[in-house]
């Protein structure tokens, strides 16, 4: 693969069928169509949008219909608009990448690796063969010792997805939270329509300043982006091993999240986007911004007034 077509620059739609409460009220009003519209004209030609297995998948593993209308809405809103979507499994039966979901043994047990790899093949026969919907198998592997078994699940799973969507774009990443560093370490593309997956909030102290699920972070710890140490150099220099290894391997790369907290300024949070995405460019790789609303990195919150309409050129 030589370019990601139609999915060059994207936003998340985190918070929706993810990362919530799951109330019936979350799931059918916290993305409207206004919002896909705002999205829509902020010049961006797709949205990530990540899920979780309990909204599609009873807990005996077979599926929920009434899970999926969501996931048909949402594609139907972003169809109207002109939007591609990423459908990114956010959360696996024993896996995920948040410890406060309590899931786990997914790497270890094949009853919950078959409930994935089941999974994806309905996916796959609701959603395959577009061009407008391409597959991400699996949100953000943390530790680096899954490494070995996480290649040989992403093996078989798009083995199972190909019987069904031979030609459906499918996005891997590795470890460390789909870190650019674990690129390397990811098998050679099944095939050529198989992308490598990345995630970067680089700096973290900067882009993660006051989080309060970072460990050891300081809620009230602050740092301006001057005093990070980070440029459009250095981002270009943190990518280069990843791109390397996506060009040596016929694939190329798609950075799935990156995004700067709320508690950065407005100010030094146009500079930091300005920066990422000179890498970006200067690399071609086709991205997506953590996040439309809320969720702590909002871009359509009024924290960004004034600047949203420039910043908006730089995802």
């Known amino acids: 693969m030589k370019s990601f077509d139609g999915f060059t620059k994207g936003v998340n739609l985190g918070g929706w069928l993810s990362q919530c409460d799951y109330s019936i009220e979350r799931l059918t009003s916290f993305i409207s169509e206004d919002d896909i519209k705002t999205i829509s004209s902020w010049g961006v030609d ?30 139907e809103m972003c169809g109207k608009y002109g939007l591609n979507t990423v459908l990114d499994l956010h959360k696996t039966a024993g ?154 391997n016929g694939t190329v790369l798609y950075c799935g999240e990156y995004g700067v907290i709320d508690k950065a300024t407005k100010e030094d949070t146009l500079r930091w986007y300005k920066d990422i995405n000179a890498a970006f460019e200067h690399y071609g790789i086709s991205r997506c911004a953590w996040s439309y609303k809320q969720m702590d990195f909002g871009l359509s919150d009024e924290r960004l007034s004034g600047i949203i309409e420039e910043l908006v050129r730089y995802l």
């Open 46 to 75: 797709h949205v990530r949008l990540p899920l979780d297995y309990n909204i599609v998948q009873n807990e005996d593993g077979t599926i929920n219909a009434a899970g999926f209308g969501y996931i048909d809405h949402a594609l």
């Open 95 to 248: 896996y995920s990448f948040d410890k406060g979901e309590n899931e786990s043994g997914f790497f270890a047990r094949s009853e919950y690796q078959e409930r994935f790899y089941c999974l994806w093949e309905e996916f796959a026969r609701r959603y395959g063969n577009s061009d407008n919907i391409a597959f991400e198998l699996l949100n953000e592997i943390t530790d680096k010792k899954f490494s070995a078994e996480w290649n040989r699940i992403a093996h078989e799973c798009i083995k199972r997805i190909r019987v069904i969507a031979p030609d459906t774009v499918i996005l891997v990443g590795g470890y460390w939270n789909n870190s650019a560093a674990a690129v390397k370490d990811l098998d050679k593309p099944y095939d050529d329509r198989v992308v490598y997956n990345f995630h970067c909030y680089e700096p973290m102290p900067f882009t993660h300043q006051g989080a309060t699920w970072v460990d050891k972070m300081d809620p009230d710890f602050r740092l301006a982006y001057a005093d990070s140490d980070w440029s459009s150099q250095r981002f270009i220099d943190s990518f280069r091993e990843a791109f390397e290894t996506a060009q040596k």
